[in-house]
């Protein structure tokens, strides 16, 4: 669709246990990426989930000519009681796919900003990342669930970048569109 709207895009696709017919929709990541960025490639540790958030997964990009962000594409394990060591230890994941450089991560965290106190450094909210959302007005639109009114809703999705870059806007889009979570579209303009 994006296509015929002329906005092509990469798509790049990790899933985990792909011998399971029908499994889980949670078990798939999928990336779209402009090909105004540059040509992207996911890394073998995501593919394969050797280095990668648990129970469903993440997705990491990075430019093929070495030039652009690495773009993160994030799932990490909802919170329920008998995965909360999981969930943890997915949250400490995400944030060190954000060491010092051009990073962006943007997905279904399963986690507000209070919940990854701690794992900022030098002013980041995991990591060196900065939630754009939070610094751009709508920190607190409820992206999950969808059935719900936003503001009674929880933001566990994010759209993160390094200090290079700048949000400059935020939107939450309301209605699910056939998806348990709102859309959060997040504009980032590089840092002067």
């Known amino acids: 669709m994006l296509r015929e709207q002329g906005h092509p895009m990469w798509v790049h696709h990790v899933q985990f246990k792909p011998d399971v017919v029908d499994g889980p929709k949670s078990w798939h990541t999928t990336v779209l990426v402009s090909p105004d960025l540059g040509e992207y490639s996911v890394i073998e540790s995501s593919e394969d989930g050797s280095n990668n958030t648990g129970s469903v997964p993440s997705a990491v990009l990075m430019p093929v000519d070495g030039s652009g962000p690495a773009i993160v594409a994030v799932h990490a394990v909802a919170p329920r009681m008998e995965d909360m060591a999981q969930w943890q230890s997915d949250l400490r994941w995400i944030a060190d796919q954000c060491p010092a450089g051009d990073f962006l991560l943007a997905g279904d965290f399963n986690a507000t ?31 999950w669930p969808s059935s719900l009114p936003a503001l009674l809703s929880t933001p566990i999705d994010h759209v993160m970048a390094s200090p290079n870059w700048t949000p400059t806007g935020s939107v939450v889009i309301g209605g699910g569109g056939g998806s348990d979570h709102r859309g959060l579209v997040v504009q980032l303009e590089p840092a002067g």
């Not at 030098?122 to 409820?142: E, I, K, L």
Request: glycine share 26%; charged share 20%.
């Open 113 to 143: 900003i209070d919940h990854m106190a701690g794992l900022g450094v030098d002013g980041g909210d995991m990591g060196y990342c900065r939630d754009a959302a939070s610094r751009t007005g709508n920190g607190f639109s409820g992206t």
